[in-house]
């Protein structure tokens, strides 16, 4: 059967519970460029982004509806619903703007995804460097996904998508607590962290440099909202980043990351973390809050609703949490 050719993580869809504060935070403070804006919805993109990377949809609870990947072409979509046929997980077409067919299914472990190959285009604004704002984000560049089933996921997405392994952790009986999985080359388009889920940890766009993470942490202080701050700055021994974890108004985790490396190289071998090692969540050795490891995004269901959250027989945190 023809293995469909992800390309990269897409694009997100957060509900969330007031537009105007989402506005402010995602735009004015963090200077993502408003693509399109319609009743009750904002599309929101990066300043390398082609395409929105983020719908704001107005509802009555935060969540997130689906988090979607792109593919190479719509014969890439038909080969994916003949292998979801034959592996007995309901499917559907669904539209959204710019975005004429989009995939919509349920990953066997209750994650919501979507993919899609057709995308109108918009001229970039990279260059732009006069409309630039705020932190100045620049791409999207992945998702993290809390799930009871690490190990699990990794598989499924590595052994019928074809996502490659970069990094991960694991304890002294083997078992696996964290993946970091990619299409595009670079250190992850997912990233798998184990705990109760499924649920979203983080959203994630790469940042130009370190001082454009810097100064997030400038703007949000200035606009007197310095508890919007979860986690950060510093660098992380996994991927090697520079990265700064903050909570928009409805608690949505978005991650500012810059610095890792490429995995292009054909003899790039994943690393191997062990659970215990303090160096591969901050290789600085801060510590980290509680509420990174507990805290995360529900999903919604296939069928509507939310997705329950199961608790993980992967038990305990690291030692080194404030």
Known sequence: MHTPN???????????????????FYVDLLGLNVLHETEGALYLRANEDREWTLKLELAPEAGVKHLAYRVGTDADLDALTAFLDAQGIPWRWETELDRPRLLRFQ?????????????????????????????????????????????????????????????????????????????????HDLALTNGAGPRLHHFAYWMPDMQSIIRTCDILAGARMPEHIERGPGRHGVSNAFFLYIRDPDGHRIELYTCDYLTVDPDFEPIRWHLDDPRRQTLWGAKTPKSWFEEGSLLEAYEGGWVQPRESDLKGLPVHVI
């Open 6 to 24: 992800t390309i990269r993580i897409a694009h997100g869809i957060f509900y969330v519970t007031d537009l105007a504060a989402s506005r402010h």
């Open 107 to 187: 990953d066997p472990y209750g994650v919501p995804v979507a993919f899609y190959a057709q995308s109108v285009k918009h001229p970039w604004l990279l260059q732009e460097y006069h409309l630039h704002r705020g932190a100045g984000l620049q791409r999207i560049d992945h998702i993290n996904v809390m799930t009871p089933d690490v190990e699990g996921v990794m598989r499924w997405y590595m052994d019928h998508l074809g996502f490659r392994l970069s990094e991960y952790t694991e304890d002294d009986h083997g078992r696996i607590w964290a993946a970091w999985i990619q299409r595009r080359g670079s250190v």
